[in-house]
Each structure stands twice: as C-alpha cells, then as structure tokens.
C-alpha cells in the first residue's frame, strides 16, 4: 500500500462555469469531472501533472485551500503525529481538518 499524498488545490470562486472557460480555453487544462453538462459548483480541470478543483463559492471566493487525499494507513499515521504534536484539530468520520499556523520566530 502506498504511503504517498495526493493532495490539490482548491481554489474559491464566483462562477465555477467562467473559471472552467478560462482554464480549459486560453490556460489548456481539461475537465477531468463531473462528466456532463448539468448544473453544478465543482469540477477539477487538469494539465499534465497539474490538477486544480474548482468550487463555486460567493462569500469565499479569491481564496483556497489544499485538499489531501490520503490511505487509511497513511491518515492513521498523520492522526498519531498530529496527536504526538499537541496540534488542534477536529476529527471526523474519515477525515482530519485542521489549521495549522506558521509562527513568526
């Protein structure tokens, strides 16, 4: 079993149906999903190497975050490390969220 990140970024914006224009126009990139043209919020556009999610989002948009998909073992080697490191985060069914702040030292 890999014990690799796969992580992307997501990125906020105000119209998910312009962004994808302008990624998949001028930028290159390709929709990766959802598959068809219905109406929705998120998608993930690709180039090579490079895949970036899309999500609609008024209030939060010009903003991101990174997204990180991780195996079972790995997640549960990062809930023993965040555990050991006295970081606050909030455990959910399946997934780890939490905020971690650079110091200014």
């Not at 598959?35 to 899309?54: F, H, P, S, Y």
């Not at 010009?62 to 809930?79: P, W």
Request: net charge positive; with cysteine.
């Amino acid at each position: 079993m890999s014990d690799m990140w796969y992580a992307r970024p997501v990125f906020f914006v105000a119209d998910v149906q312009r962004a994808l224009d302008f990624y998949t126009g001028p930028l290159g990139f390709v929709k990766k999903w959802p598959a068809g043209d219905e109406k929705w919020t998120v998608c993930q556009v690709n180039r090579q190497d490079c895949e970036i999610i899309l999500c609609e989002h008024e209030t939060r948009r010009d903003k991101g975050r990174l997204f990180i998909e991780l195996n079972d073992e790995t997640r549960a080697q990062l809930r023993r490390e965040i555990a050991e490191r006295g970081i606050p985060a909030k455990l959910r069914s399946g997934t780890i969220c939490g905020t971690i702040r650079a110091s200014s030292h």
